[in-house]
């Protein structure tokens, strides 16, 4: 029996790895259903941010990628109606997914040209409706939503949430009445066989974030919360930046730190290296304002990294599975107190933590319920 046809839209895909979770969670999906499913992506000859192609890619042509998923990238010039609709009509599509909101090739597009179809098209929110997310250009993306469901362009489309919270966006900004699927987004499909060893002493902490420099993602606040600590602190900050106004707002957060706290900006790291990376460190420090998975958090945790995150992602409940605190952004206090719990730990009080982490982390990507949900939900069966 012919394994069932997808077609993916994108806006960034592998190679490319700047664009962090929507790249991470669709590289996931395609990793544990390959078998399972036809797997064609639709996405562009370029990483995020920046403007030389792929080296060794050839654009406007499907190309074959060794885990077996069919990959057109597109060129800048080879992007349009025309050929959007010629790739539309290349077969008989089980469904059609679409990432995100508000590209106009990767999600715009295909939902206008799908309009009135009897296609199955599957949204992916990917967190774009969050409350968070919304607070940044309010106005443009409420007119925006209004002017899709005016047009009837999410007239049939069934939406992909990833959590609970998610889905009530859905339910508020869309329709009352869309067909909104609860599914999660999937880790890697690899688990190490144990958590790497840390050094520690007391009065020291070395701590990463691996995300974008950015409002969302709370990097200033991560900064500040750094200022009145004592002991040996680094903190490392991995990610592309894209809003220099918000860096320069950072940089000079990190010249008013004292000495002791050194804050060092390590650019951006292919996602193949992250796990490798976090054994390097104490905890991954990332307050952000709200993750829809949080892909980042979920492989530090698998390799028994503990996490020091908001309240604000679906990692919760940490501190009871010793795995790491998720604390309110309203409580500056208890963000410091946990800091220098952090520094004054020693290395068997730490080990305990690391355990807790790495179980947590392998309980949840080792689960097989969210990949049938996953399987179900691009097939419609």
Same mark, same amino acid.
């Given at each position: 029996?012919?394994?069932?046809?997808?077609?993916?839209?994108?806006?960034?895909? !592998?190679?490319?790895?700047?664009? #962090?979770?929507?790249?991470?969670?669709?590289?996931?999906?395609?990793?544990?259903?390959?078998?399972?499913?036809?797997?064609?992506?639709? =996405?562009?000859?370029?990483?995020?941010?920046?403007? $030389?192609?792929?080296?060794?890619?050839?654009?406007?042509?499907?190309? =074959?990628?060794?885990?077996?998923?069919?990959?057109?990238?597109?060129?800048?010039?080879?992007?349009?109606?025309?050929?959007? +609709?010629?790739?539309?009509?290349?077969?008989?599509?089980?469904?059609?997914?679409?990432?995100?909101?508000?590209?106009?090739?990767?999600?715009?597009?295909?939902?206008?040209?799908?309009?009135?179809?009897?296609?199955?098209?599957?949204?992916?929110?990917?967190?774009?409706?969050?409350?968070?997310?919304?607070?940044?250009?309010?106005?443009?993306?409420?007119?925006?939503?209004?002017?899709?469901?005016?047009?009837?362009?999410?007239?049939?489309?069934?939406?992909?949430? $990833?959590?609970?919270?998610?889905?009530?966006?859905?339910?508020?900004?869309?329709?009352?009445?869309?067909?909104?699927?609860?599914?999660?987004?999937?880790?890697?499909?690899?688990?190490?066989?144990?958590?790497?060893?840390?050094? +520690?002493?007391?009065?020291?902490?070395?701590?990463?974030?691996?995300?974008?420099?950015?409002?969302?993602?709370?990097?200033?606040?991560?900064?500040?919360?750094?200022?009145?600590?004592?002991?040996?602190?680094?903190?490392?900050?991995? #990610?592309?930046?894209?809003?220099?106004?918000?860096?320069?707002?950072?940089?000079?957060?990190?010249?008013? !730190?004292?000495?002791?706290?050194?804050?060092?900006?390590?650019?951006?790291?292919?996602?193949?290296?992250?796990? /490798?990376?976090?054994?390097?460190?104490?905890?991954?420090?990332?307050?952000?304002?709200?993750?829809?998975? #949080?892909?980042?958090? &979920?492989?530090?945790? &698998?390799?028994?990294?503990?996490?020091?995150?908001?309240?604000?992602?679906?990692?919760?409940?940490?501190? &009871?599975?010793?795995?790491?605190?998720?604390?309110?952004? /309203?409580?500056? $206090?208890?963000?410091?107190?946990?800091?220098?719990? !952090?520094?004054?730990?020693?290395?068997?009080?730490?080990? $305990?933590?690391?355990?807790?982490?790495?179980?947590? #982390?392998?309980?949840?990507?080792?689960?097989? /319920?969210?990949?049938?949900?996953?399987?179900?939900?691009?097939?419609?069966?």
């Amino acid at each position: 029996m012919p394994k069932p046809t997808v077609l993916v839209f994108i806006d960034w895909y !592998l190679p490319g790895y700047k664009a #962090g979770g929507p790249i991470r969670s669709v590289a996931n999906l395609v990793d544990h259903l390959r078998d399972r499913i036809d797997f064609h992506i639709v =996405t562009t000859d370029t990483d995020y941010t920046e403007r $030389t192609p792929y080296a060794d890619v050839t654009p406007d042509r499907w190309t =074959t990628l060794p885990g077996g998923e069919k990959v057109w990238y597109a060129s800048r010039a080879g992007i349009s109606v025309k050929v959007w +609709k010629e790739l539309l009509a290349r077969e008989d599509w089980h469904t059609v997914y679409i990432n995100g909101m508000y590209s106009r090739w990767f999600s715009i597009e295909p939902l206008r040209l799908l309009r009135g179809s009897k296609q199955r098209r599957v949204v992916a929110v990917r967190g774009m409706l969050a409350s968070c997310m919304m607070k940044h250009g309010a106005l443009k993306k409420r007119v925006f939503l209004a002017a899709m469901r005016l047009l009837g362009a999410y007239r049939g489309v069934e939406f992909q949430a $990833t959590n609970a919270e998610e889905v009530q966006d859905v339910r508020k900004l869309i329709s009352a009445d869309a067909p909104v699927h609860l599914v999660p987004n999937l880790g890697r499909r690899s688990v190490a066989a144990a958590p790497p060893s840390r050094a +520690k002493k007391p009065g020291e902490l070395k701590l990463l974030s691996v995300a974008r420099v950015a409002v969302e993602k709370n990097t200033l606040f991560a900064i500040q919360c750094l200022r009145d600590l004592t002991g040996d602190i680094a903190f490392d900050l991995f #990610g592309p930046i894209y809003d220099q106004g918000y860096w320069a707002q950072c940089q000079q957060a990190i010249a008013a !730190l004292p000495a002791n706290v050194r804050v060092n900006y390590k650019g951006v790291i292919p996602s193949e290296q992250v796990p /490798e990376l976090f054994g390097n460190y104490h905890a991954l420090f990332m307050p952000s304002q709200g993750e829809n998975f #949080g892909h980042t958090m &979920a492989e530090a945790l &698998a390799t028994g990294l503990p996490l020091l995150i908001s309240d604000r992602t679906p990692w919760r409940g940490l501190e &009871a599975a010793r795995a790491g605190w998720d604390l309110s952004l /309203e409580d500056g $206090t208890a963000w410091r107190t946990k800091l220098m719990e !952090l520094v004054a730990m020693d290395q068997a009080t730490l080990a $305990t933590w690391c355990e807790g982490a790495f179980a947590l #982390g392998k309980r949840s990507l080792t689960d097989p /319920e969210p990949v049938e949900k996953s399987f179900a939900l691009l097939t419609g069966q």
